[in-house]
């Protein structure tokens, strides 16, 4: 088996690996963004946006003092965009996954970055 397979598999393990991708089904998020709405610690929301990138699952950009995350939908990767899609296609009615959607929808990141 291939590495970049088990990576994906390590990368989608993990609960809230799963609700990031979820969340930015609706838009490109900051760190801060992502924080705000699992309530976790920036390093650790790092952490996990560096497993998903690694794994292939989600691609960053910069955008002035932002770092944007979004999902690696067109990823030269079939396995990926497989995966990708299987989760996207998923967890519609998983009570967190909503409840972080409601959240979302009132983040700003102009308010919570400090900025």
Known sequence: MRR???NVFKALSDSN???IIKMLESRELCVCEVREVLDLSTSTVSKHLSILRDAGLVID????K????RLNR????SFV???LELVIKSFSDDEKV???RRKLAKVDRNVICGV
Not at 61 to 64: A, M, T
Not at 66 to 69: A, D, E, L, Q
Not at 74 to 77: A, L
């Open 98 to 100: 909503a409840a972080d």
């Open 61 to 64: 950009s910069k955008d002035g």
């Open 74 to 77: 067109s990823s030269e990767k």
């Open 81 to 83: 965009r497989s995966q």
């Open 66 to 69: 932002w770092v944007n995350f």
């Open 4 to 6: 970049e397979t088990v």
């Open 17 to 19: 690996r799963i609700r």
